[in-house]
């Protein structure tokens, strides 16, 4: 059974840094497309990043230069390396394999 | 990016009464490989989205048969067949044809 467990979020101020995990299980990282996908509060979802069974990544434009994706493929792991962060980024950030498999997702807060 | 516009964005149900949502793309949705990546999602109160339906038509394992995705180009719907309880929540179409990929803006769908 594949299943994702998300963790690492928090509250950031504005400008700060936040690195998130993907704990997988049931399959292997680095045989799947892996992505983040942000809901902001009660607000529709959002594709940050993603990346493929080869390895390229790609992100939204909103995050570009700012995030980066990122897998250990010794820890079967998934990670969102978040950088100068900004209050739009205030989110739950959701792990998703494929399209079809998500996590619980964790709460990222950015605010003074 | 593609704009991907569902309508309604509230839609009260009768209890088994059908329903329909529907999708549209500001661009066809046929990838270069011949498929047309066109998923449905559900987002129950308090979850995390749920994919119903992907490539059009297609229900994920244990999606119950009162869901269907029928549609193709830039036009897209999900029917429900029969209202139940448990399909309260919040529809989103996703289009993974074209990076970013995009989400709908979210159908509420209520008992009425």
């Known amino acids: 059974e594949v299943q994702l467990v998300e963790s690492g979020g928090g509250l950031v101020q504005p400008g700060g840094s936040l690195r998130l995990s993907c704990a997988a299980s049931g399959f292997t990282v680095s045989s799947n497309q892996l992505s983040w996908v942000r809901q902001a509060p009660r607000k529709g979802l959002e594709w940050v990043s993603v990346?493929?069974?080869?390895?390229?990544?790609n992100h939204a434009d909103s995050v570009k230069g700012r995030f980066t994706i990122s897998r250990d493929n010794s820890k079967n792991t998934l990670s969102l390396q978040m950088n100068s962060l900004r209050v739009e980024d205030t989110a739950v950030y959701y792990c998703?394999?494929?399209?079809?498999?998500w996590g619980q997702g964790t709460l990222v807060t950015v605010s003074s | 990016d593609v704009v991907m516009t569902q309508s309604p964005l509230s839609l009260p149900v009768t209890l088994g009464q059908p329903a329909s949502i529907s999708c549209r793309s500001s661009?066809?949705?046929?990838?270069?490989?011949?498929?047309?990546?066109l998923n449905w999602f559900q987002q129950r109160p308090g979850q995390s989205p749920r994919r119903l339906i992907y490539k059009v038509s297609n229900r994920d394992s244990g999606v119950p048969d009162r869901f269907s995705g029928s549609g193709s180009g830039t036009d897209f719907t999900l029917e429900i067949s029969s209202m139940e309880a448990e399909d309260v929540g919040v529809y989103y179409c996703m289009q993974g044809t074209h990076w970013p990929w995009t989400f709908g803006q979210g159908t509420k769908v209520e008992i009425k």
């Open positions: 998703v394999s494929g399209w079809g498999s």
């Open positions: 990346i493929y069974s080869g390895g390229s990544t």
């Open positions: 661009q066809s949705l046929v990838h270069s490989d011949g498929n047309t990546y």
